[in-house]
């Protein structure tokens, strides 16, 4: 019998310990398709503040967010991230680019403590060819990835600030118990994902609350009117 390899043993006990939500990040998976990927997965963790990927460096892997909330956008050394998406885990921190053209065309950063796992472009091409049906969840993903795009970009360039926001608010409440929501993203991060600056938000969320369809409390906002914030968000 062949001896196994400590380093193999601990990279996976490390992999065990880590429950990996393909299904949260690919849709429902054959067994045999998740073992693969437990097999390619590398799990490893960010601390808070720290650069998870850099804009413009080599993307050779899929990059998954496991736990922890993680910024994607465009890191300025004067200003810092400007965020364009602001994610919780599970979701996909890197799809399109390493599948592409191999380079990252944003910056990531940890806003919290996150774990991650990334999957090597090359292998994952080797084992599509092994297993079509994960190269059909690949593609699914891919599609709402395409479609998530396509939306902000029809957001930005035919709504007014304040239907950006009430759509974004309605997004975030869907689901919420009693429409409370628990804002834990810094107010420059929301500002920056609807393509409006801090002070514009601020007088939004005021617009909002004099004409009764929200009520702001510090980091805390209630959906009063569900309706009428919605038929603004469509507006």
């Not at 073992?35 to 601390?47: A, F, N």
């Not at 007088?203 to 009428?228: H, K, Q």
């Amino acid at each position: 019998m062949n001896a196994i390899s400590p380093g193999l043993n601990v990279a996976a006990a490390a992999r065990a310990a880590i429950r990996l939500p393909w299904p949260s990040l690919l849709g429902p998976l054959a067994v045999a398709d998740a073992e693969v990927l437990d097999e390619l997965g590398r799990t490893r963790s960010v601390p808070e503040g720290r650069s998870i990927f850099e804009r413009g460096t080599p993307a050779r892997s899929l990059v998954g967010l496991i736990e922890g909330q993680a910024a994607c956008g465009w890191n300025q050394p004067e200003r810092g991230l400007s965020a364009e998406r602001v994610l919780h885990g599970p979701a996909w921190l890197a799809l399109g680019d390493p599948l592409g053209d191999g380079q990252h065309r944003s910056d990531a950063v940890a806003q919290s403590a996150v774990q991650l796992v990334e999957l090597p472009v090359e292998p994952l091409r080797s084992a599509v060819l092994r297993h079509p049906l994960l190269g059909l969840r690949l593609i699914d993903a891919l599609a709402r990835e395409v479609g998530r795009l396509d939306g902000r970009l029809h957001e930005l360039m035919h709504k007014d600030a304040g239907s950006r926001l009430a759509a974004w608010l309605c997004a975030q409440a869907e689901g919420r118990t009693q429409g409370v929501l628990r804002l834990s993203e810094r107010k420059r991060d929301i500002a920056s994902q609807l393509g409006m600056t801090p002070e514009t938000l601020s007088r939004m969320m005021r617009s909002l609350s004099e004409r009764g369809l929200i009520a702001v409390s510090g980091y805390t906002v209630r959906v009063l009117d569900p309706r009428g914030l919605q038929g603004l968000a469509e507006a």
